[in-house]
């Protein structure tokens, strides 16, 4: 038919705009649909695995083949020599752990985007290189990585959660940028070798209009955390090999903990989040950073170390030159490592504003027992209060009102979810700070900041080799694990960026309902602690990680890691030991 054809006829009804939940769920679909036919799990297997309270410690492996489990139990290096000696190929190690991933993401909700088809691709011209040369691509050869689903990666959508940004290039149409603009730190990962494999859920307790409200694996009543939680959950079910998250007030560090697994959140200036998306873009006092997780302190070292070794600074001026440096590193094995000459750890049990939950108490106490037998020199860690940064820290990172987190709900009409409610007027946005507000909130951090290096330096008086404390531990957050709705404080990794200190998260132990019990003598510090410590409950937490985080000087990444993982091993012949008399008494 004509245009003529078409005089006098009615005008075309213009389409109807979808509703939010319709691009939701269209949005959910689409992801499905990227999963192998082969690889797709029953409406049954799946309804099974979301009764489970638990899903670590086997229920993922037996959906899998038995060279599937294999390939993903191994660590970051333990794949690299596999694929070195020629014993496993890239294309076999992407493959293990895109369809563990695509198990993970079906049983728990946790992708929001699916890049299958484009790692396969890139781990057969790794394979092909490696035929070729007789040698890996880089430090990351073929190894699978998961992003929190702020980095842009060719081919894949970035919506951070908001349902508004599907389909365009940050909440924007029409850029040209749309699935073809990369972050810098991508493009570092490929030249080394890296294959990114998906991106996971991201916001507040990891509850998102996308893809709803993600789950611990250790306890399906309690949050993975947030807002890396999907990077979490991944890690702690073994759907990638290491993963990269962000963190401004312990969005890398809490889900770390309370997902059982590695983390390191470092110095801001140290990894790149050169054309990363993220809300608050403007705000570079107290940046956001990329933060590393993993299942081992080695794993989040080669990533670093790999990182620094692109010379990011080159592509990005917020990168401080400042390559990895193996001096900076602590050898406990260095002949002249006597307990006069050991470094020493400072030790926060709690900050004097709240009391950690009876299981965090228990795996500091295990730290401090573990480091005491293996004769290092821990000193009472008493600083600035972490009054001080609760004052500051959230000005800062919401000083803005959050009017960008506000206006992209508004692109799809999708309301906030409850957990951020908070940071709204009951209509609107709150109202910005004004500049002289910002500039005296930002001279606080600043003489708060003086403050704590007054007082870490002046801890070389206390110390057997004169010599500052190196590191301190200290809990992550009061609790192991969240309830939902009953998390009060977040002091302990707020502090740590306010002061740019980088940490490292040691999971510990785990809840035991019938030992973690609240001491009936509890006296609280404060009005905060009673409400903390009133909502705590051994038998909701039962199964949930405890750890700890190790805490560095600022810019200093190779020394928190390397003591990080003297850590890990006084815990390890701390636990061999108790193991051993608990079977002499049997």
Request: proline fraction near 7%.
């Amino acid at each position: 038919m004509d245009y003529d054809d078409c005089l006098g006829c009615p005008p075309a009804e213009p389409e109807a705009k979808k509703s939010w939940q319709e691009i939701a769920a269209e949005k959910r679909q689409a992801d499905l649909a990227k999963i192998p036919l082969e690889w797709v799990l029953s409406p049954s297997v799946v309804a099974e695995a979301r009764k489970q309270q638990k899903l670590v410690d086997g229920f993922v492996d037996g959906l899998l083949d038995e060279e599937t489990c294999y390939i993903t139990a191994l660590d970051a290096p333990d794949l690299l020599q596999q694929m070195r000696s020629g014993s496993k190929t890239a294309v076999q190690v992407v493959t293990a752990f895109c369809k563990r991933a695509a198990a993970i993401h079906q049983i728990t909700r946790n992708m929001l985007e699916i890049g299958f088809e484009a790692a396969f691709e890139r781990a057969t011209e790794l394979d092909s290189f490696f035929q070729a040369n007789k040698r890996l691509v880089g430090p990351l050869h073929g190894i699978p990585l998961t992003l929190k689903d702020q980095f842009h990666i060719k081919g894949l959508e970035t919506s951070m959660a908001f349902v508004g940004w599907i389909g365009t290039f940050e909440g924007k149409r029409g850029t040209g940028k749309e699935k073809i603009f990369e972050s810098e730190i991508i493009k570092e990962f490929r030249a080394l070798g890296a294959v990114p494999i998906g991106k996971v859920g991201t916001s507040a307790e990891t509850s998102n209009n996308i893809l709803g409200y993600l789950w611990s694996p250790h306890n399906q009543s309690l949050s993975s955390g947030g807002s890396s939680g999907g990077e979490a959950v991944m890690q702690a079910l073994r759907g990638s090999a290491f993963g990269i998250g962000t963190d401004i007030g312990g969005s890398v560090s809490m889900p770390a903990a309370f997902n059982g697994i590695f983390s390191l959140k470092p110095s801001s200036g140290r990894i790149s989040m050169k054309d990363v998306a993220n809300t608050g873009p403007g705000q570079l006092i107290m940046p956001t950073v990329a933060g590393i997780m993993g299942v081992s302190v080695t794993t989040l070292q080669l990533v670093l170390r790999s990182l620094l070794s692109t010379e990011p600074w080159l592509q990005d001026p917020y990168v401080i030159p400042l390559p990895w440096r193996e001096a900076e590193e602590y050898n406990p094995n260095s002949g002249d490592a006597t307990n006069e000459t050991k470094p020493s750890f400072g030790f926060m049990d709690n900050d004097g504003v709240v009391t950690p939950h009876p299981p965090v108490q228990r795996g500091l106490r295990m730290v401090r027992d573990a480091l005491n037998e293996a004769g290092f020199n821990l000193l009472d860690w008493n600083p600035p209060s972490n009054r001080e940064s609760e004052a500051i820290h959230g000005v800062i990172a919401r000083g803005d009102g959050c009017l960008d987190v506000w206006d992209a709900l508004q692109l799809s009409g999708e309301p906030e979810v409850h957990e951020i409610e908070g940071l709204f007027e009951p209509h609107g946005p709150r109202m910005p700070l004004s500049l002289p507000d910002y500039q005296d909130v930002v001279v606080r951090m600043r003489d708060y900041r003086n403050k704590y290096q007054t007082y870490w330096m002046s801890t070389a008086e206390k110390t057997t080799d004169g010599q500052p404390v190196e590191v301190f531990i200290s809990p992550v957050t009061p609790s192991a694990g969240l309830l939902p709705d009953k998390f009060f404080y977040a002091e302990y990794t707020n502090s740590t960026n306010v002061l740019d200190f980088p940490t490292v998260v040691i999971p510990v132990t785990t809840v035991d309902k019938d030992i973690d019990k609240v001491d009936p003598c509890f006296k609280p510090l404060s009005d905060i602690d009673k409400i903390n410590m009133d909502a705590y409950d051994p038998s909701a937490y039962h199964g949930a990680p405890a750890a700890v985080q190790v805490v560095g000087r600022r810019l200093g990444e190779e020394k928190l890691l390397s003591m990080a993982q003297i850590v890990v091993d006084a815990l390890k012949r701390y636990k061999t030991r108790r193991q051993g008399k608990c079977r002499l008494h049997s």
